[in-house]
T-cell receptor, first 114, second 117 residues
Framework: DTGVSQNPRHKITKRGQNVTFRCDPISEHNRLYWYRQTLGQGPEFLTY????????KSRLLSDRFSAERPKGSFSTLEIQRTEQGDSAMYLCASTERLSTDTQYFGPGTRLTVL | AQTVTQSQPEMSVQEAETVTLSCTYDTSESDYYLFWYKQPPSRQMILVIRQEAYKQQNATENRFSVNFQKAAKSFSLKISDSQLGDAAMYFCAYRRISSGSARQLTFGSGTQLTVLP
């Protein structure tokens, strides 16, 4: 297994456009997390999936953000009508079923909104 | 709400020397996990070490060890025999252990470690 993968690695868009990111977790990891990281800060939690169910969303996840995880495999994070404040690194992490629940992170998608 | 504080934005260490990174946290929970993650310039977050709060013994992983002081809510990371490859941003993180929660990580703001040759 090659770990958590994310695509694209970089995305530059104009304000007002929609963007979609994809995360492929480690196979058989049933829990998936999205975080947002701005420059010089630690990641902040956005949302959490257990299998295909989205069980928790942060207040950071405004109505312009939507996340899905069809069939409990890969996940997508869409941002509609992007704003300059959305510029950040978007990180995905997955965990295995075991109680230790260590989160393994992907390389992230760097979003720049012009 | 849980908070994690890293009061050292930057640290430097000479190669082969030892350095300690500080972390404090605030929680009302009695059981939880604490983590140190490393984020090299390529920016993929890598787990360095994990500590279960119910364990009194400090965790150790090769050159990395922690000093966990539960009463003081302190969780420092010691890196021995520092290597150039240790240069990275280090994040301290907290996670609840209670069932039914998302168990997301709460991160500190990070410490940028520079290793001098």
């Amino acid at each position: 297994d090659t770990g958590v993968s994310q695509n694209p690695r970089h995305k530059i868009t104009k304000r007002g456009q929609n963007v979609t990111f994809r995360c492929d977790p480690i196979s058989e990891h049933n829990r998936l997390y999205w975080y947002r990281q701005t420059l010089g800060q630690g990641p902040e939690f956005l949302t959490y999936f257990q299998n295909e169910a989205q069980l928790e969303k942060s207040r950071l996840l405004s109505d312009r953000f939507s996340a899905e995880r069809p069939k409990g495999s890969f996940s997508t994070l869409e941002i509609q009508r992007t704003e300059q404040g959305d510029s950040a690194m978007y990180l995905c992490a997955s965990t295995e079923r075991l109680s230790t629940d260590t989160q393994y992170f992907g390389p992230g998608t760097r979003l720049t909104v012009l | 709400a849980q908070t994690v504080t890293q009061s050292q934005p930057e640290m430097s260490v000479q190669e082969a020397e030892t350095v300690t990174l500080s972390c404090t946290y605030d929680t009302s929970e009695s059981d939880y996990y604490l983590f140190w993650y490393k984020q090299p310039p390529s920016r993929q977050m890598i787990l360095v070490i994990r500590q279960e709060a119910y364990k009194q013994q400090n965790a150790t992983e090769n050159r990395f060890s922690v000093n966990f002081q539960k009463a003081a809510k302190s969780f420092s990371l010691k890196i021995s025999d520092s290597q150039l490859g240790d240069a990275a941003m280090y994040f301290c993180a907290y996670r609840r252990i209670s069932s039914g929660s998302a168990r997301q990580l709460t991160f500190g703001s990070g410490t940028q470690l520079t290793v001098l040759p």
